[in-house]
T-cell receptor, first 113, second 114 residues
Framework: DTAVSQTPKYLVTQMGNDKSIKCEQN?????MYWYKQDSKKFLKIMFS???????INETVPNRFSPKSPDKAHLNLHINSLELGDSAVYFC????????????FGPGTRLTVT | GNSVTQMEGPVTLSEEAFLTINCTYT??????LFWYVQYPGEGLQLLLK?????DKGSNKGFEATYRKETTSFHLEKGSVQVSDSAVYFC?????????????FGKGTLLTVNP
């Protein structure tokens, strides 16, 4: 059983389109995260939800909107995609916020052409 | 703000060589420190962690000691294997308040040759 799963694994789309990435965890965790990893492997947090409440919202363009319908799911919707949005997006989860191990999904490679 | 600096890669070693990947940090208070590993095509996995000064984290032959006096958390392994080839990330999590986020270093690519 996959602990943290993401769909799709690969996403190729054109500039200006709107797309969503879905994340699900079956670990019973309360906290979920979205990270962006650029082409140089640099990893930066974007958002975090705890019990469906947004607790971390980094400086991210408002074209990015996370949505957490329940504790097990955290989706990422991106409007008006730009070339610079091309990256690998990782979802993660942890028991709670604060020094708990984070479990990462396999990533979604987004390519904007 | 919090920041993590780790040695630039790539690092290329022969099997059974000694590994050190340096990591230093800047943070207020008493952060928790982590090493994560990313194998090719996969997400990150926690390798080890330390939550207070002088703690030593260890796993799979890797070790790192939380040194508050030098603000460092260097990763070491006495004898690397080909299967250790991966990208290694040093990270910290701030203490208290709303600091519930991991700040990562830029990652160090390790390649171990047979």
């Amino acid at each position: 059983d996959t602990a943290v799963s993401q769909t799709p694994k690969y996403l190729v789309t054109q500039m200006g389109n709107d797309k969503s990435i879905k994340c699900e965890q079956n670990l019973g965790h309360d906290t979920m995260y979205w990270y962006k990893q650029d082409s140089k492997k640099f990893l930066k947090i974007m958002f975090s939800y705890n019990n469906k409440e947004l607790i971390i919202n980094e400086t991210v363009p408002n074209r990015f909107s996370p949505k957490s319908p329940d504790k097990a799911h955290l989706n990422l919707h991106i409007n008006s995609l730009e070339l610079g949005d091309s990256a690998v997006y990782f979802c993660a989860s942890s028991q709670g916020p604060g020094s708990y191990e984070q479990y990462f999904g396999p990533g979604t490679r987004l390519t904007v052409t | 703000g919090n920041s993590v600096t780790q040695m630039e890669g790539p690092v290329t070693l022969s099997e059974e060589a000694f590994l050190t990947i340096n990591c230093t940090y800047t943070a207020t208070g008493y952060p928790s420190l982590f090493w994560y590993v990313q194998y090719p095509g996969e997400g990150l996995q926690l390798l080890l962690k330390a939550t207070k000064a002088d703690d030593k984290g260890s796993n799979k032959g890797f070790e790192a000691t939380y040194r508050k006096e030098t603000t460092s958390f260097h990763l070491e392994k006495g004898s690397v294997q080909v299967s250790d080839s991966a990208v290694y990330f040093c990270a910290l999590e701030g203490s208290g308040g709303s600091n519930y986020k991991l700040t990562f270093g830029k990652g160090t690519l390790l390649t171990v040759n047979p």
